[in-house]
T-cell receptor, first 113, second 111 residues
Framework: DAMVIQNPRYQVTQFGKPVTLSCSQT?????MYWYQQKSSQAPKLLFH???????NEADTPDNFQSRRPNTSFCFLDIRSPGLGDAAMYLC????????????FGPGTRLTVT | KQEVTQIPAALSVPEGENLVLNCSFT??????LQWFRQDPGKGLTSLLL???SQREQTSGRLNASLDKSSGRSTLYIAASQPGDSATYLC??????????WGAGTKLIIKP
């Protein structure tokens, strides 16, 4: 089945130790998104790619970076995780344009110790 | 700026009851509206998507309606079950193709 896959599902990292979260998709969608969701809050868009074009949200901290080496994969890099970065990180994909549903992966829960 | 509001923030009902969750948005210029379900500590499950040209969508015991002119959507759950307990989120896709989210309604179905 076509889907959005996130690895790992659970990630524990130490304060200040760089961490990378992975997202892959078999939907061949050209748009990929990264969201951060903290407990009892709505998801917050960090950035997204239209094909290779990177779009950063204005309030996304510099500590968060992303890479999209090809259509299928997208990575979220947190350069120096702080305790406040502990959250669920959600990857989503869609086709470019309007009226196109975003398909979400199962998420990666990040714990910072 | 588009804002999405979900009322109530929490809802507890006995099993078997029909219920309605509400979602309102301030700007009617949307492409679509989605309803999601989220279980504690888990990711998002898409329930229903209503295109801007549609009035409602149905899936099993779920029915979602959309009234763009009034900026409202409802999610109707028939014959509720304990397994329906979760947080329900609505999101509208705005003119920049981004999802604008409500804060969610936490639903508890009591056996």
């Amino acid at each position: 089945d076509a889907m959005v896959i996130q690895n790992p599902r659970y990630q524990v990292t130490q304060f200040g130790k760089p961490v990378t979260l992975s997202c892959s998709q078999t939907l061949n969608h050209n748009v990929m998104y990264w969201y951060q969701q903290k407990s009892s809050q709505a998801p917050k868009l960090l950035f997204h790619y239209y094909d290779k074009d990177f779009n950063n949200e204005a309030d996304t901290p510099d500590n968060f970076q992303s890479r999209r080496p090809n259509t299928s994969f997208c990575f979220l890099d947190i350069r120096s995780p702080g305790l406040g970065d502990a959250a669920m990180y959600l990857c989503a994909t869609s086709r470019r344009g309007n009226d196109h549903e975003q398909y979400f992966g199962p998420g990666t829960r990040l714990t910072v110790t | 700026k588009q804002e999405v509001t979900q009322i109530p923030a929490a809802l507890s009902v006995p099993e078997g009851e029909n219920l309605v969750l509400n979602c309102s948005f301030t700007d009617s210029a949307i492409y679509n509206l989605q309803w999601f379900r989220q279980d504690p500590g888990k990711g998002l499950t898409s329930l229903l998507l209503i295109q801007s040209s549609q009035r409602e969508q149905t899936s099993g015991r779920l029915n979602a309606s959309l009234d763009k002119s009034s900026g409202r959507s409802t999610l109707y759950i028939a014959a509720s079950q304990p397994g329906d307990s979760a947080t329900y989120l609505c999101a509208v896709q705005d003119s920049n193709y981004q999802l604008i989210w409500g804060a969610g309604t936490k639903l508890i179905i009591k056996p």
